[in-house]
Nanobody, 120 residues
Framework: QVQLVESGGGLVQAGGSLRLSCAAS????????MGWFRQAPGKEREFVAAISRSGGSTYYADSVKGRFTISRDAKNTVYLRMNSLKPEDTAVYYCAAGAVVPNPGAWGSWGQGTQVTVSS
Protein backbone atom coordinates (compact mmCIF):
# COMPACT_ATOMS: atom_id res chain seq x y z
CA GLN A 1 0.00 0.00 0.00
CA VAL A 2 0.98 3.61 -0.50
CA GLN A 3 0.33 6.38 2.01
CA LEU A 4 -1.09 9.62 0.65
CA VAL A 5 -1.21 13.12 2.15
CA GLU A 6 -3.06 15.97 0.44
CA SER A 7 -2.43 19.69 0.82
CA GLY A 8 -3.32 22.95 -0.87
CA GLY A 9 -7.02 23.25 -0.19
CA GLY A 10 -8.61 26.46 0.99
CA LEU A 11 -11.14 29.19 0.36
CA VAL A 12 -11.17 30.92 -3.02
CA GLN A 13 -13.56 33.18 -4.90
CA ALA A 14 -15.37 31.98 -7.99
CA GLY A 15 -13.11 32.28 -11.01
CA GLY A 16 -10.00 31.78 -8.94
CA SER A 17 -7.42 29.01 -8.92
CA LEU A 18 -5.91 26.51 -6.52
CA ARG A 19 -3.31 23.79 -6.80
CA LEU A 20 -3.69 20.64 -4.74
CA SER A 21 -0.74 18.41 -3.99
CA CYS A 22 -0.63 14.79 -2.90
CA ALA A 23 2.59 13.37 -1.49
CA ALA A 24 2.97 9.61 -1.59
CA SER A 25 5.15 7.36 0.53
CA UNK A 26 5.53 3.64 0.95
CA UNK A 27 5.58 1.45 -2.13
CA UNK A 28 7.13 2.74 -5.34
CA UNK A 29 5.17 5.80 -6.42
CA UNK A 30 5.72 5.21 -10.11
CA UNK A 31 4.00 1.82 -9.86
CA UNK A 32 0.61 3.42 -9.30
CA UNK A 33 -1.86 5.27 -11.45
CA MET A 34 -3.04 8.24 -9.39
CA GLY A 35 -6.22 10.21 -9.21
CA TRP A 36 -8.41 12.78 -7.52
CA PHE A 37 -11.96 12.43 -6.28
CA ARG A 38 -14.22 14.85 -4.47
CA GLN A 39 -17.18 14.62 -2.15
CA ALA A 40 -19.61 17.41 -1.40
CA PRO A 41 -21.89 17.32 1.66
CA GLY A 42 -24.76 14.91 1.14
CA LYS A 43 -23.36 13.60 -2.13
CA GLU A 44 -21.45 10.53 -3.19
CA ARG A 45 -17.74 10.60 -3.84
CA GLU A 46 -17.17 11.41 -7.49
CA PHE A 47 -14.28 10.99 -9.88
CA VAL A 48 -12.42 14.16 -10.88
CA ALA A 49 -9.23 13.16 -12.72
CA ALA A 50 -6.68 10.38 -13.11
CA ILE A 51 -3.19 9.98 -14.52
CA SER A 52 -1.39 6.87 -15.69
CA ARG A 53 1.77 5.50 -14.10
CA SER A 54 3.95 7.13 -16.74
CA GLY A 55 2.00 10.37 -16.75
CA GLY A 56 1.42 9.97 -20.45
CA SER A 57 -2.34 9.56 -20.21
CA THR A 58 -4.84 11.67 -18.29
CA TYR A 59 -8.57 11.36 -17.73
CA TYR A 60 -11.11 13.91 -16.56
CA ALA A 61 -14.71 14.13 -15.51
CA ASP A 62 -16.75 16.15 -17.97
CA SER A 63 -17.53 18.69 -15.26
CA VAL A 64 -13.88 19.70 -14.89
CA LYS A 65 -12.52 19.11 -18.38
CA GLY A 66 -10.74 22.21 -19.66
CA ARG A 67 -10.50 23.75 -16.18
CA PHE A 68 -8.53 21.20 -14.14
CA THR A 69 -5.16 19.64 -14.94
CA ILE A 70 -3.67 16.59 -13.27
CA SER A 71 0.07 16.00 -13.34
CA ARG A 72 2.74 14.05 -11.48
CA ASP A 73 6.42 14.39 -10.91
CA ALA A 74 9.00 11.62 -11.07
CA LYS A 75 9.53 11.54 -7.35
CA ASN A 76 6.40 11.17 -5.27
CA THR A 77 3.83 13.92 -5.85
CA VAL A 78 0.66 14.25 -7.90
CA TYR A 79 -0.96 17.63 -8.48
CA LEU A 80 -4.36 18.97 -9.41
CA ARG A 81 -4.34 22.45 -10.86
CA MET A 82 -7.85 23.92 -10.67
CA ASN A 83 -8.68 27.04 -12.69
CA SER A 84 -11.93 28.94 -13.22
CA LEU A 85 -13.32 27.52 -10.03
CA LYS A 86 -17.08 27.48 -9.50
CA PRO A 87 -19.13 27.26 -6.31
CA GLU A 88 -20.19 23.77 -7.37
CA ASP A 89 -16.55 22.68 -7.13
CA THR A 90 -16.81 23.05 -3.36
CA ALA A 91 -16.03 19.68 -1.78
CA VAL A 92 -13.48 17.65 0.12
CA TYR A 93 -10.90 16.53 -2.42
CA TYR A 94 -9.26 13.13 -2.00
CA CYS A 95 -6.11 11.76 -3.57
CA ALA A 96 -6.18 8.09 -4.52
CA ALA A 97 -3.85 5.47 -5.94
CA GLY A 98 -4.27 2.28 -7.90
CA ALA A 99 -6.63 2.67 -10.86
CA VAL A 100 -7.77 4.92 -13.69
CA VAL A 101 -11.49 4.24 -13.53
CA PRO A 102 -14.28 6.42 -12.11
CA ASN A 103 -15.44 3.80 -9.60
CA PRO A 104 -14.05 4.71 -6.15
CA GLY A 105 -14.21 1.07 -5.10
CA ALA A 106 -11.50 0.17 -7.60
CA TRP A 107 -8.91 2.39 -5.94
CA GLY A 108 -6.76 0.85 -3.23
CA SER A 109 -5.31 3.77 -1.27
CA TRP A 110 -6.77 7.09 -0.15
CA GLY A 111 -5.60 10.26 1.50
CA GLN A 112 -7.41 12.00 4.31
CA GLY A 113 -8.84 14.74 2.09
CA THR A 114 -8.45 18.50 1.81
CA GLN A 115 -11.32 21.00 1.82
CA VAL A 116 -11.87 23.28 -1.15
CA THR A 117 -14.48 26.01 -0.76
CA VAL A 118 -15.41 28.31 -3.64
CA SER A 119 -17.41 31.39 -2.73
CA SER A 120 -19.74 33.12 -5.16
Amino acid sequence: QVQLVESGGGLVQAGGSLRLSCAASGRTFSSYPMGWFRQAPGKEREFVAAISRSGGSTYYADSVKGRFTISRDAKNTVYLRMNSLKPEDTAVYYCAAGAVVPNPGAWGSWGQGTQVTVSS
